[in-house]
């Protein structure tokens, strides 16, 4: 990347030449500099080489390499050294600056209130589930592991018709919730909640002779549990009540049932000078899962929660549109912002694009020879594409959260997050870019950059050893071991001991049903703990640890240079030496003119420049 050669020019811009590296090399030590320096001077034969075709030139050809080296060595700079060498104002700068600060004020408050929304609405599922579902206890509230309690689950067909009775008498006497719960019409008339229920055409079990009448067709049939206010259970029966609409369940045949209605609620939140109520529309679905047929109705609650447009206290209301224009002056800042960031850095992407074409040229009239690709990769700085990245994740986020804020949008919270999260998380990494000005702080870039392809390879053999331990533990120690038994944690589990986490509760959770499938999980895990923690991390530590001796080695007798910055180097001119200031704004676009026509292109930029 370019922004690593600049680095190494502003860091060792005595590195430029064979000379001044084995005049460092005379001060550290020569064993450690001695391969590296046949390196850089393999590297390096080709600037060499340009410098002495160079020297038998004229003094127009001159002229012109040097323009050419200058306006490289221009592009190079760091935001400091181009205030030094021209007086311009780094707005790029600028502008990440304040885009970091609006971007973090606006996900702080967009994640407080993400927070406060679902948490909201998290504790409005446990309350319906307390209202609506049939043994359910504040044991399950909790999310432990290993879990304390099993599934809530239906066994019997009474319990099936007990587990309807309550939930539509719950429903029926919703005044007898604390929550302020309201039904969905306007006039607060109770609507009968639906029942649906989805059977296979036909499924006829004869388990005393081992036959069945089987149709995998499904059909769903759905109808309105029809039901008076404040309906006790004294004089309420679902299974009456479907008798009387000639509905029998047939059981063996049922795959799942689902009760579904809905509620209004205001959640006045602590309202405040900026925080003004909000209303929500609760989709409640209560569900009844058999679709494994082992003897097991799985029985689950969703609440699904919909912004509603309030229509409260109209002063109240008045008073909060502070809060809206606030949020809504912050999202447009930030929107503004971002596009100007885009709009910059894609500027910058296509002016060096163009820089690039004009060097290609520039090294095909002038030394008949093509710029390598090594060289062709500085002129593509990946922060810039990284924020382009970040910036169009911000917007399309900015936008969605100002729909959710004015109620336009659903429940488009997770989205948004993700948008927001995601671009945020860029935005701080891009820092890095200018950290990696100075010296310091621009070893960890450069050894992360070095380490990178090395890593991939590493990883890559890792990983296939991985696969293999998590597709074997699956099959092998799925049926027997909690943690084993699905793909996803079966990965997650092997992760995590290899970061040493949990490791005797592994061991212990195993089942001891089948004695030789426990020995069997016993060598699988000591093989993998052994190998992973003892060897795999430690190479791994190795290749990060040897890139970061080779970048410290570069330090000391300098970097290895592609044939772009053996030919940048040349150029020995301070950024504040005033000469930057000669050369005119538009020279690019004339250099393009001049370099991509059929004339000589050292001439004409010649006679410009005595012009």
Request: proline share 3%.
């Amino acid at each position: 990347m370019n922004m690593d050669y600049s680095e190494s020019m502003q860091t060792h811009p005595g590195s430029t030449n064979l000379k001044e590296n084995s005049e460092i090399g005379s001060v550290v030590d020569k064993n450690d500099c001695d391969e590296l320096e046949a390196l850089v001077m393999s590297r390096a034969q080709t600037s060499t080489s340009l410098s002495s075709a160079c020297s038998y030139r004229s003094t127009d050809v001159d002229i012109s390499e040097e323009r050419m080296r200058r306006k490289l060595r221009f592009f190079f700079m760091n935001p400091i050294e181009k205030w030094q060498a021209k007086h311009r104002v780094p707005y790029k700068f600028v502008v990440q600056v304040i885009k970091i600060i609006l971007v973090t004020v606006q996900l702080c408050l967009f994640a407080h209130n993400r927070y406060k929304h679902v948490n909201y609405t998290w504790d409005n599922r446990i309350a319906f589930s307390h209202l609506f579902l049939n043994g359910w206890d504040t044991t399950r509230e909790v999310n432990s592991y290993p879990p304390s309690v099993g599934p809530l689950a239906v066994y019997k067909i009474s319990k099936f018709y007990e587990t309807l009775d309550f939930a539509v008498i719950g429903y029926a006497n919703l005044g007898n919730a604390i929550g302020p719960y309201s039904y969905t019409e306007e006039d607060n008339s109770m609507p009968a909640p639906l029942l649906c229920l989805y059977q296979y055409k036909e499924g006829t079990i004869f388990g005393f002779n081992e036959s069945y009448m089987f149709n995998s067709e499904i059909d769903e049939r759905c109808l309105n549990l029809t039901v008076e206010p404040n309906v006790t259970a004294k004089n309420y029966s679902a299974k009456d009540f479907l008798k009387e609409h000639g509905i029998l369940i047939n059981f063996s045949s049922l795959v799942k049932a689902e009760m579904t209605f809905s509620l209004k609620t205001v959640n006045f939140k602590a309202a405040g000078p900026i925080t003004p109520p909000d209303c929500y529309k609760f989709n409640i679905k209560i569900s009844f899962d058999n679709e494994d047929h082992d003897g097991q109705m799985l029985l689950s609650l969703d609440a699904d929660a919909v912004r509603l447009y309030c229509k409260g206290d109209v002063e109240y209301v008045v008073d909060n549109r502070l809060d809206s224009i606030l949020l809504s002056i912050l999202n447009s800042l930030v929107i503004v912002i971002c596009s100007i960031s885009l709009i910059l850095c894609c500027r910058a992407i296509y002016r060096a694009q163009q820089l690039k074409l004009v060097t290609i040229n520039f090294f095909q009239k002038a030394y008949k020879k093509d710029l390598s690709a090594e060289g062709q990769l500085e002129f593509l700085n990946m922060w810039y594409i990284m924020i382009i990245i970040n910036d169009v994740l911000i917007i399309l986020g900015s936008g969605i959260k100002e729909q959710i804020e004015r109620k336009f949008a659903g429940d488009q919270w997770n989205i948004c997050s993700v948008f927001l999260g995601t671009g945020n998380l860029l935005v701080w990494f891009g820092v890095l870019r200018y950290l990696g000005f100075f010296k310091t702080y621009n070893v960890v870039i450069l050894t992360l950059k070095k380490a990178a392809p090395k890593v991939a390879r590493f990883l890559l053999c890792a990983l296939l050893i991985y696969a293999g331990f998590t597709f074997c533990g699956w099959l092998i120690l799925g049926p027997y071991h909690m943690k084993f038994r699905s793909l996803a944690s079966t990965s997650e589990c092997l992760f995590a001991l290899i970061n040493g986490d949990d490791m005797y509760a592994t061991f212990s959770i195993m089942s001891f049903k089948s004695p030789m499938l426990w020995w069997y999980s016993r060598i699988y895990l000591y093989c993998f703990i052994s190998l992973y923690i003892y060897v795999v991390i430690s190479l791994f530590i190795s290749v990060i640890m040897d890139a970061y001796d080779t970048i410290k080695l570069y330090y000391k007798c300098g970097f290895p240079k592609s044939d772009l910055q053996a030919f940048v180097a040349a150029c020995t001119d301070e950024a504040s030496s005033g000469i930057y200031r000669n050369e005119s704004s538009s020279s690019l676009g004339d250099m393009v003119d001049k370099l991509c026509c059929c004339k000589n292109p050292v001439t004409v930029v010649t006679r410009s420049r005595f012009h």
